[in-house]
């Protein structure tokens, strides 16, 4: 799908569109599975989907840790589930090499909360004509995703979005602030939730034989989701998987397959009766009887 009609279609989604996957491609049998789920759940609910999941885990806590398959064979992947299950799809960059291939594969480009502000890299996203979602740094103020988007802008790509994943609470702790959600749309683009990385625990987590991992507080995400839909977000992200406890990469924070349905159902309830898209003016002149 043209880049601009997608956007424009996820704009106008109602009463949300939804970017989902697991945190990062464990095999190529593991995603085509979770994509037919997701698109399966998505498509009786009449949500628009977007399927998400990264090929490469650069910013890991440890150098241990698992990072996926790495750029060539995880879009060959990506590419078979979007040809497969015809879902448009969602992966981040972390590098401006990486922007013109994934640009072939990806219909959406993530730029990783870390790197929100790198010029270079929101350049070389943007120039690839493809729609590009920010996360908010977690060390950022929520005007900073004003100057974000127009550098995407300003490089010749209107088609942005934001999104909101948490702020820095300590040094351990995150904390999703609803006010940032109304804040953001500042940027003149849609607003995203994420409602899963926003509950994490950064390096939160001792591992057996040294070193931490992320933590996190699954339980929570339907609080959070659950607050974003009614402030008005025009998407949520959400990581899910089938076996969170196994899974190599931010299994506290993904969100049970078999949850899924059951929680994206209120969740499209709740906006359905929220005015939270619609800003309330408010009337500062005296009351009278």
């Not at 697991?22 to 599975?33: A, Q």
């Not at 698992?66 to 995880?74: A, I, L």
């Not at 990806?106 to 590009?132: E, H, M, N, S, Y």
């Not at 839909?229 to 924070?253: Q, R, S």
Request: net charge neutral; with cysteine; hydrophobic share 40%.
């Amino acid at each position: 799908m043209d880049s601009t009609l997608l956007f424009n279609n996820l704009k106008a989604a109602e009463p949300f569109f939804l970017l989902a996957g697991p945190n990062v491609i464990e095999s190529e049998e593991h995603i085509l599975r979770m994509a037919n789920h997701l698109k399966t759940i998505t498509s009786k609910l009449g949500l628009p989907l977007v399927f998400k999941s990264s090929f490469d885990k650069a910013n890991r806590t440890s150098s241990k840790s698992f990072r996926g398959p790495g750029m060539s064979e995880g879009l060959k992947i990506l590419e078979k589930v979007k040809i497969a299950y015809d879902i448009p799809i969602v992966t981040d960059v972390h590098e401006t090499i990486q922007c013109e291939p994934v640009g072939r594969v990806a219909d959406i480009i993530q730029i990783p909360a870390f790197l929100c502000r790198q010029t270079d890299l929101l350049v070389a996203a943007a120039k690839t004509g493809k729609i590009i979602n920010i996360k908010k740094g977690q060390f950022c103020a929520p005007s900073v995703m004003i100057n974000s988007a127009e550098k995407v802008r300003l490089a010749g790509n209107s088609n942005v979005m934001v999104c909101e994943r948490g702020t820095m609470f300590g040094y351990n702790d995150l904390i999703v602030d609803p006010r940032n959600l109304e804040w953001m749309r500042e940027a003149n683009c849609p607003v995203v939730a994420d409602v899963t990385h926003s509950l994490q625990q950064p390096a939160g987590r001792k591992l057996d034989g040294g070193g931490v991992a992320s933590g996190g507080l699954r339980e929570l995400i339907p609080c959070i989701a659950r607050t974003s839909v009614a402030v008005g977000v025009d998407g949520i992200f959400m990581e899910v998987h089938d076996d969170p406890l196994n899974a190599p990469v931010d299994g506290p924070t993904q969100w049970p397959l078999r949850h899924l349905e059951e929680l994206l159902e209120e969740l499209m309830a709740i906006a359905r009766v929220s005015k939270g898209k619609r800003r309330m003016e408010i009337d500062l002149t005296p009351f009278s009887d």
